[in-house]
């Protein structure tokens, strides 16, 4: 079955304590990327990848890195946590250049204390 | 900037009614609006999709109207559905060169059908 992994689905830490969070797809696709979901602002992307070793900044990147050692896997790291990153975390896959369609992991929900 | 303005936040319809979830945008480069669907604990699916060299798409119960000249796009649920409830984000899709695109999201729309 084609899809996107992410985990863990819930995670819950203190301000200051690194964590990543992992995302793995199965469909050989090129581009990946992150978004954080917040209410009223829908889906803003944080980073994105065009291929293992090409990754850039999307729109709200700070207090984040992310690495892409591999093809299919894309993992999100927070170095140093704050309570502002508190959210609705996804990844996301598409083919080559980020064309048209975007698949969805099933969402990590971080909460920073 | 690109900027892709949703509206309403939420929506509450009666079974069997239309629901209607409005987008506008202003970079004339857009050229792909799809719009996705989220139910809850899920991550956002693709539900349909437009080009702007069309005015409307339809499949199934599920529509868009496409205005290019007021840079405008809706999308239209007949005979709306409880199983329908959830959060609808619109999305424009613009090329950034060298085969990459990039895709913007609407803040999404938050629809709750009642019985």
């Known amino acids: 079955e084609a899809q996107v992994t992410q985990n863990p689905r819930y995670l819950i830490t203190v301000t200051g304590k690194k964590l990543t969070v992992t995302c793995s797809q199965n469909?050989?696709?090129?581009?990946m990327s992150w978004y954080r979901q917040d209410p009223g602002l829908g889906l803003r992307q944080i980073y994105y990848s065009m291929n293992v070793e090409v990754t850039d900044k999307g729109d709200v990147p700070e207090g984040y890195k992310v690495s892409r050692k591999e093809k299919r896997n894309f993992p999100l790291i927070l170095e140093s946590p704050s309570p502002n990153q508190t959210s609705l975390y996804f990844c996301?896959?598409?083919?080559?250049?980020?064309?048209?369609?975007?698949?969805f992991g099933q969402g990590t929900r971080l909460t920073v204390v | 900037q690109q900027q892709v303005k949703q509206s309403p936040q939420s929506l509450i319809v009666q079974k069997g009614g239309i629901s209607i979830i409005n987008c506008a945008y202003e970079n004339t480069a857009f050229d792909y609006f799809p719009w996705y669907q989220q139910f809850p604990g899920k991550g956002p699916a693709l539900l349909i999709a437009i080009r702007p060299d069309v005015s409307e798409k339809k499949e199934g119960r599920f529509t868009i109207s496409f205005n290019k000249s007021a840079k405008q796009f809706s999308l239209h649920i007949m005979d709306s559905q409880p199983g329908d409830s959830a959060t609808y984000f619109c999305?424009?899709?613009?090329?950034?060169?060298?085969?990459?695109?990039?895709?913007?999201f609407g803040s999404g729309t938050r629809l709750q059908v009642q019985p």
């Open positions: 999305a424009a899709s613009i090329a950034l060169g060298t085969g990459r695109r990039a895709l913007t």
């Open positions: 469909m050989n696709h090129e581009y």
């Open positions: 996301a896959s598409s083919p080559y250049g980020g064309t048209t369609e975007a698949f």
